[in-house]
């Protein structure tokens, strides 16, 4: 799947696994599914166009001993397909609707990244929600206003992270959800 115009992150010293290879039964595939549709090992992909961007979050979020760590860059329309279909049958078409844009698929353009903020000191992931919230807690400003101190916490990373990305020409993707951006330069911010 490798490309001239697509590299991998890990070699421009980015974190990331590929969400799809991991997390394939929770979502009703098989790796065959995942494999066949050209998502072959666990590292992520991406546009060059994003290496430098990236790497600037990345370095930004170091000042606070954060490191950026993309979940999921490239993903193929074959992947697309199969995903909706499962999605759909497991967890319906309205909410697989909400989650997915498949008239654009802006990963298969190799300009999209789902991310999240890892703790460099403890090497794991920062939580950014509660599982318990559900579909609705993925979406931009689900926590806000609400003032229990998970909550508050919450917010307070989401919005710190998509600060960081929005400066760098990354934009909130179309379903509106926290961790999804666009590498759209020249476009006006659109987080609020």
Same mark, same amino acid.
């Given at each position: 799947?490798?490309?001239?115009?697509?590299?991998? /992150?890990?070699?421009?010293?980015? /974190?990331?696994?590929? =969400? $799809?290879?991991?997390?394939?039964?929770?979502?009703? &595939?098989?790796?065959?599914?995942?494999?066949?549709?050209?998502?072959?090992? @666990?590292?992520? &992909?991406?546009?060059?166009?994003?290496?430098? +961007? &990236?790497?600037?979050?990345?370095?930004? /979020?170091?000042?606070?001993?954060?490191?950026?760590?993309?979940?999921?860059?490239?993903?193929?329309?074959?992947?697309? !397909?199969?995903? $909706?279909?499962?999605?759909?049958?497991?967890?319906?078409?309205?909410?697989? %609707?909400?989650?997915?844009?498949?008239?654009?698929? +802006?990963?298969?353009?190799?300009?999209?990244? @789902?991310?999240?903020?890892? @703790?460099?000191?403890?090497?794991?992931?920062?939580?950014?929600? !509660? !599982?318990?919230?559900?579909? +609705?807690? /993925?979406?931009?400003?689900? =926590?806000?206003?609400?003032? @229990?101190?998970?909550?508050?916490? $919450?917010?307070?990373?989401?919005?710190? &992270?998509?600060?960081?990305?929005?400066?760098?020409?990354?934009?909130?993707?179309?379903?509106?959800? *926290?961790?999804? *951006? %666009? $590498?759209?330069?020249?476009? +006006?911010?659109?987080?609020?």
């Amino acid at each position: 799947m490798e490309t001239p115009d697509f590299v991998y /992150l890990d070699e421009h010293g980015l /974190l990331g696994s590929n =969400y $799809y290879w991991h997390k394939c039964t929770a979502h009703g &595939l098989t790796q065959e599914d995942v494999t066949s549709a050209g998502v072959t090992n @666990d590292r992520v &992909l991406v546009h060059k166009d994003l290496i430098a +961007p &990236l790497q600037e979050v990345d370095q930004e /979020l170091q000042k606070r001993g954060f490191r950026l760590y993309v979940k999921e860059g490239l993903r193929p329309e074959a992947l697309y !397909r199969i995903v $909706y279909d499962r999605r759909v049958e497991k967890f319906g078409k309205e909410t697989t %609707d909400s989650l997915l844009n498949m008239t654009d698929m +802006p990963h298969a353009k190799g300009l999209s990244v @789902d991310v999240t903020l890892w @703790d460099a000191s403890s090497n794991t992931e920062v939580l950014m929600r !509660r !599982r318990e919230d559900g579909v +609705p807690s /993925l979406f931009v400003g689900f =926590y806000r206003g609400k003032d @229990d101190d998970d909550s508050r916490k $919450y917010q307070e990373m989401q919005d710190y &992270l998509a600060g960081i990305m929005l400066e760098r020409d990354f934009r909130i993707g179309t379903k509106n959800e *926290f961790f999804h *951006f %666009d $590498y759209r330069p020249g476009t +006006p911010p659109n987080y609020v």
